[in-house]
């Protein structure tokens, strides 16, 4: 049987999980996550997780939500474990007659879903280490032994590139460069929720203070605890360098919603140019009919 299926995008703050979960109870779908870091358990406050101030279960309202908070902060997942568990997940819903629909804001866990990825090397747990220990200790070196064309700058995925360097010899774009494979809905309707950039603003800045009240602190305590790198989650780098006394409350809160509109930013752009959506709709909807109505 053939299901329709979803990728609901945007930037940060822009209300698309709402509007996710609104399409789920419509059409009987199964929300299942394509956000890098919400994939992770005791940052929910963090992440802005549809399961924050909630219980970490399998299904909000009667809708199943699926890889949310399943990973510990001691485990890293590469973008080919990813596809695998979101493959899992489209199939089981499928088989349980309901429609996937993938909903985040992470550019290339998108990318693979729709594009697949290219084949690459198996990596041994020398070459992991060494790479996760260097980035660790100066990721600024560790971006100079990439090539020019290697632009991503977070710890993840300059550790996985590293260790493929370390691996083969050969660069990571060098692989990047060959046929794609593993699409796993290569033909899903694509939304993307772009609210005007001011509204996203006011949302970020309003929201930021009530993430820090509803846990963000103590997520940041379990996140020092558990050795994982704070710089892989805007928010956790902040609240860890206010642990620490190394900034103010007030610049704690300055510094993450200024780094937030950082990051939407260059969201949008990404969705300007790479995503090529089938609806767009340019505010934040306030019910599911908001610019798609040819929703079925």
Known sequence: MTMRSYIIAGPTASGKSDFAHRLARKINGTIINCDS?????????????????RDISDNIDGVPYRLFSILPLSEQISVAEYLEMARREYDAAVSAGRSPIFVGGTGYYIN??????????????????????????????????????????????????LEVFFETGRHITEFQRAPRTGAVVPSATRILIAPPTDVLRERIASRI??????GALDEARAVIRSGWDARRAIGASQLVELINGNISEPECIQNWITKTNQYAKRQRTWFRTQFNPDITITKVPATIDDGVLTIK
């Open 112 to 161: 693979a879903l729709i594009n697949g990825i290219s084949p690459m090397p198996d990596i041994s747990p020398a070459s992991r280490n060494r790479a996760r220990e260097l980035v660790s200790s100066d990721i600024d070196v560790a971006r100079r032994l990439l090539p020019p064309e290697f632009h991503a700058t977070d710890s993840q995925r300059v550790s996985r590139a």
């Open 209 to 214: 203070p009530q993430m820090l009240s509803g």
């Open 37 to 53: 870091v919400q994939i992770y358990r005791g940052i929910e406050n963090i992440s802005a997780s549809p399961f924050a101030g």
